[in-house]
C-alpha cells in the first residue's frame, strides 16, 4: 500500500494519529466532481470510517464537526455510485489494480456490505482466485461472499496448500490481539476439513506451530474433529521437527540444581554456577523440629509453594510471559507453558521429592504422613473441621498404587471440604451416596469475598499503559535509555514532567489524569493520585487475581469501591480460577488438551509403565495434595480474620 494513503487504524494504535492528519488533507480535497480511481475510492472509505469512529483532529469546534459529517455523506455517495459499476467485466481489472495485498480487505468488505459480488458470476470470481497474490483470508472474513461462492471456495481450499493453516488459526488457535473471524463452505464439511489437516501433515511445507494445533485441538463437530490417528500422527511428526531443530543447537538452555547440605546455617542460599541457577537449602534448618506442622511449614517458608497472598505460586500467568514469547502460537484449549512456568514446575517437583528423601532418612516421617496428619488431625484440632478421612497406600505399594489410590482420596478430600462448608458436619451416608468426583473450580471457600478478579476488559487498557513494558509511556525523556519496566515504576522512582511526553503519547496519558489514577503538580511533574489503587492495579495485573482479605483495610475499601463500580467481582471458592486452572492441567482434560490427565490415565490404565515415569507423577500428585493442605490452612485463618474484623465492626 502507498504510504501516503490513508489506512483506518483503531484508536489504540499508534498509527491512528498520523493517518487521521493524512485523512484531514482528503477531506480537504475532496469534490463530487473528481474522478476517482479504485485506490482513491477505498482511501476516501478509510477516511469516512475514521468520522464513523467519532475521531477528530483535537482543534476541530462542534460547526468544524458538522462540516465534516456533510462532506463524509457525500463521499459516501461517491463510493455507492463506483461500487455499483463493478462486475464480472472488469472486476478482474480493478482488483489487479489495487495497491498491494493490504487494500485487499477493504475491498471485500465493501463488495460484502453493498452486496456487489452478486454482480459477479461464478466463473469470474474464480479467475479472481487464480491471481497470485489473492489475499483468501479477506476474502474468508466476509460471511455473505462465502456463502454466495461455497463450492467455489470449497474446490479452491481443498487444494490450497495453506487451507489447514487457516483452518487451525479459525478453530484452535489462542489469539490474544484483536483477531477477525473466517467463514468457511458449509459444503467443506467435518471430513474435508481433516482430509486437508491430514494432507498437510504428510506434505513437505510443514510448520511445527501448526502441527502443534493439531496435536492441542479439541473436536467439536460443527467445526473440526482430529480422529485420535491423525493426532498420533502430528505427535510423532512435532517430535520429529524438534529433534531437527535442537540438531541444529538453536535452543535455549537453563538448569537448576537443588543442594541440601548438611552444614549450611542459612536456611537457603541462591547460587549462579556457570549457566546452573543452585538453590542450597540446609538439612539442618528443614528437620530441626520433627513435628508435622514444623515440616509441611517449609512448602510456604522455604520452597515458596505460596505467594504473600497465599496464592500458590507455581501457576501460569500471562505477566509471566515476554513479548516474543506472547506472539508464539497456542491453541485456545492448551495451558500455557512458557520457560518461566517450566523453572517453577521443575524447582518445585524436585523440591518435594528431595524434601521426602531426606524426611525418610530421618525414620520418622514422609511427605504422606505429614500430610495425613494435617487432614486428619490438624483441620480437627486448629479448626474443628470434624471427621475428615484420609487413607495413605499401604508401606512397601508401587509408585502405581500409591497414585491409584491417592487420587482417589484426594477427590474423597475435596467432597468432604465441600460437605463440611455447606452443612456443617460430614454425613457418612450422603457421602457414600455420591460418587460424582467435585470440580476444583466450584470447591467452596469458609469466606465470604474472598478473590476478586477484573470484569472483562474494563481495565485491560489502564493495566497496559500503566504496567506493561509494552505501552511505550516509558519511553520519555530523559529517561529513554533507562530500564524501567512501566510508566507506574518510572513515577514512582522519577520526577517526569508532563510537558516531556509526546504528542502521540499524551491521548491515553490524558485519560489517566481524566480518571484519576495520576495528575500533575504546580512544577508540571506527574504523580500517583491514589498509591493505594494504583498498588492493588499493578497486583491485578502481575497476579490476574486479589486475595481480598489479605490486603489492608485501606486496600479492602477499594476494592470494595471497585466492585460497587463494577470494574471488580468476588467469588468465594477454596482454590481461585487461576489455581483451579493449575489444577486441571494435571489432572485432567476438562479444559486443557496438553494436561497430563492424571485421573483419566489411571482410572482408564492409559497410565505410562516406566517406573521412572510413574515416580514423576507420584511427586506431582503428592505436590497437588500439599498445596491443597495449604490452601485450606489458608481459608480457615481467613475465616476467623473476617469473623473477627466483622464482630470488631
Known amino acids: 500500500m502507498n504510504a501516503k494513503r490513508v489506512h483506518f487504524y483503531p484508536v489504540n494504535d499508534l498509527a491512528c494519529f498520523p493517518n487521521m492528519e493524512l485523512a484531514e488533507n482528503v477531506l480537504r480535497n475532496f469534490s463530487e466532481d473528481k474522478i476517482y480511481d479504485i485506490n482513491d475510492i477505498i482511501e476516501l472509505y478509510h477516511v469516512k470510517l475514521y468520522i464513523d469512529n467519532k475521531l477528530y483532529l483535537k482543534n476541530r469546534t462542534e460547526y468544524d464537526i458538522k462540516q465534516v459529517k456533510e462532506k463524509v455523506s457525500k463521499i459516501w455517495t461517491v463510493i455507492i455510485r463506483y461500487w455499483h459499476k463493478i462486475n464480472s467485466d472488469?472486476?478482474?481489472?480493478?482488483?489487479?489494480?489495487?495497491?498491494?495485498?493490504?487494500?485487499?480487505?477493504?475491498?471485500?468488505?465493501?463488495?460484502?456490505?453493498?452486496?456487489?459480488?452478486?454482480?459477479v458470476n461464478k466463473k469470474a470470481f474464480c479467475k479472481l482466485l487464480d491471481i497470485e497474490n489473492i489475499d483468501i483470508q479477506a476474502i474468508l472474513h466476509q460471511k455473505q461472499i462465502v456463502n454466495y461462492y461455497d463450492n467455489e471456495l470449497k474446490s479452491f481450499l481443498l487444494f490450497y496448500?495453506?487451507?489447514?493453516?487457516?483452518?487451525?488459526?479459525q478453530f484452535v488457535e489462542k489469539h490474544d490481539r484483536i483477531w477477525?473471524?473466517?467463514?468457511?463452505?458449509?459444503?467443506?464439511?467435518?471430513?474435508?476439513?481433516?482430509?486437508?489437516?491430514?494432507?498437510?501433515?504428510?506434505?513437505?511445507?510443514?510448520?511445527?506451530?501448526?502441527?502443534?494445533?493439531?496435536?492441542?485441538?479439541?473436536?467439536?463437530?460443527?467445526?473440526?474433529?482430529?480422529?485420535?490417528?491423525?493426532?498420533?500422527?502430528?505427535?510423532?511428526?512435532?517430535?520429529?521437527?524438534?529433534?531437527?531443530?535442537?540438531?541444529?543447537?538453536?535452543?535455549?538452555?537453563f538448569g537448576i540444581k537443588i543442594v541440601f547440605d548438611k552444614l549450611q546455617p542459612e536456611?537457603?542460599?541462591?547460587?549462579?554456577?556457570?549457566?546452573?541457577?543452585?538453590?542450597?537449602?540446609?538439612?539442618?534448618?528443614?528437620?530441626?523440629?520433627?513435628?508435622?506442622?514444623?515440616?509441611?511449614?517449609?512448602?510456604?517458608?522455604?520452597?515458596?509453594?505460596?505467594?504473600?497472598?497465599?496464592?500458590?505460586?507455581?501457576?501460569?500467568?500471562?505477566?509471566?510471559?515476554?513479548?516474543?514469547?506472547?506472539?508464539?502460537?497456542?491453541?485456545?484449549?492448551?495451558?500455557?507453558?512458557?520457560?518461566?512456568?517450566?523453572?517453577k514446575d521443575i524447582l518445585?517437583?524436585?523440591?518435594?521429592?528431595?524434601?521426602?528423601?531426606?524426611?525418610?532418612?530421618?525414620?520418622?516421617?514422609?511427605?504422606?504422613l505429614i500430610l495425613k496428619y494435617f487432614f486428619v488431625e490438624f483441620l480437627e484440632q486448629k479448626y474443628n473441621l470434624k471427621g475428615v478421612r484420609f487413607n495413605l497406600p499401604s508401606v512397601g505399594a508401587s509408585y502405581f498404587e500409591k497414585i491409584r489410590m491417592l487420587l482417589a482420596e484426594f477427590d474423597a478430600l475435596l467432597k468432604q471440604y465441600e460437605m463440611i462448608k455447606e452443612d456443617g458436619e460430614i454425613d457418612a451416608e450422603l457421602f457414600c451416596l455420591s460418587s460424582k468426583p467435585s470440580g476444583i473450580s466450584q470447591i467452596p471457600s469458609f469466606v465470604s469475598k474472598k478473590y476478586c478478579y477484573p470484569v472483562g476488559n474494563k481495565l485491560s487498557m489502564i493495566n497496559h499503559f500503566l504496567f506493561s513494558d509494552q505501552s511505550g509511556l516509558t519511553y520519555v525523556e530523559p529517561f529513554k535509555r533507562s530500564n524501567y519496566h512501566?510508566?507506574?515504576?518510572?513515577?514512582?522512582?522519577?520526577?517526569?514532567?508532563?510537558?516531556?511526553?509526546?504528542?502521540?503519547?499524551?491521548?491515553?496519558?490524558n485519560l489517566f489524569l481524566d480518571l484519576g489514577y495520576l495528575y500533575v503538580?504546580?512544577?508540571?511533574?506527574?504523580?500517583?493520585?491514589?498509591?493505594?489503587?494504583?498498588?492493588?492495579?499493578?497486583?491485578?495485573?502481575?497476579?490476574?487475581?486479589?486475595?481480598?482479605?489479605?490486603?489492608?483495610?485501606?486496600?479492602?475499601n477499594i476494592i470494595d469501591e471497585m466492585v460497587k463500580e463494577k470494574t471488580l467481582y468476588f467469588e468465594s471458592t477454596l482454590f481461585n480460577n487461576l489455581e483451579s486452572r493449575y489444577l486441571n492441567y494435571f489432572l485432567n482434560r476438562k479444559e486443557f488438551t496438553n494436561g497430563l490427565d492424571l485421573r483419566n490415565s489411571f482410572m482408564h490404565g492409559t497410565n505410562p509403565d516406566s517406573e521412572d515415569e510413574l515416580m514423576k507423577l507420584y511427586y506431582i500428585l503428592l505436590r497437588i495434595m500439599v498445596l491443597t493442605a495449604l490452601k485450606m490452612d489458608d481459608d480457615q485463618v481467613l475465616k476467623n480474620k473476617s469473623k473477627s474484623i466483622h464482630s470488631t465492626v
Not at 477493504?106 to 452486496?115: G, I, V
Not at 510508566?487 to 499524551?506: S, T, W
Not at 503538580?521 to 482479605?549: A, C, H, P, R, T
Open 161 to 169: 496448500n495453506k487451507s489447514a493453516e487457516l483452518i487451525l488459526s
Open 267 to 343: 536456611p537457603l542460599k541462591i547460587l549462579r554456577e556457570g549457566d546452573l541457577e543452585v538453590f542450597s537449602y540446609s538439612e539442618e534448618y528443614l528437620t530441626a523440629n520433627g513435628h508435622p506442622l514444623y515440616l509441611i511449614s517449609h512448602f510456604s517458608k522455604v520452597f515458596y509453594y505460596i505467594d504473600n497472598q497465599r496464592c500458590i505460586s507455581m501457576v501460569s500467568k500471562s505477566s509471566d510471559f515476554g513479548t516474543i514469547e506472547k506472539l508464539f502460537m497456542r491453541s485456545i484449549n492448551e495451558y500455557p507453558v512458557g520457560p518461566v512456568f517450566q523453572r
Open 348 to 368: 518445585s517437583l524436585h523440591q518435594i521429592i528431595l524434601f521426602d528423601r531426606v524426611l525418610e532418612k530421618s525414620g520418622k516421617f514422609n511427605v504422606e
Open 521 to 556: 503538580d504546580n512544577s508540571g511533574y506527574l504523580g500517583i493520585k491514589n498509591e493505594n489503587k494504583l498498588f492493588l492495579l499493578g497486583q491485578l495485573f502481575k497476579e490476574g487475581v486479589l486475595s481480598y482479605w489479605h490486603y489492608s483495610k485501606d486496600c479492602r
Open 90 to 119: 472488469n472486476i478482474l481489472s480493478l482488483f489487479k489494480s489495487l495497491e498491494g495485498w493490504t487494500f485487499q480487505e477493504t475491498f471485500w468488505q465493501l463488495s460484502a456490505n453493498l452486496s456487489i459480488y452478486k454482480n
Open 486 to 509: 512501566c510508566l507506574y515504576d518510572l513515577i514512582q522512582k522519577e520526577n517526569v514532567l508532563y510537558r516531556n511526553f509526546g504528542k502521540h503519547q499524551l491521548r491515553e496519558l
Open 180 to 253: 477477525k473471524d473466517m467463514h468457511f463452505p458449509n459444503c467443506l464439511n467435518i471430513i474435508d476439513r481433516e482430509d486437508i489437516v491430514l494432507r498437510y501433515l504428510n506434505g513437505k511445507e510443514v510448520n511445527l506451530n501448526f502441527v502443534r494445533l493439531v496435536l492441542n485441538s479439541k473436536n467439536d463437530k460443527g467445526k473440526l474433529v482430529i480422529s485420535d490417528k491423525t493426532k498420533l500422527k502430528a505427535k510423532r511428526l512435532e517430535k520429529k521437527l524438534n529433534d531437527e531443530i535442537f540438531d541444529r543447537d538453536s535452543g535455549v538452555y
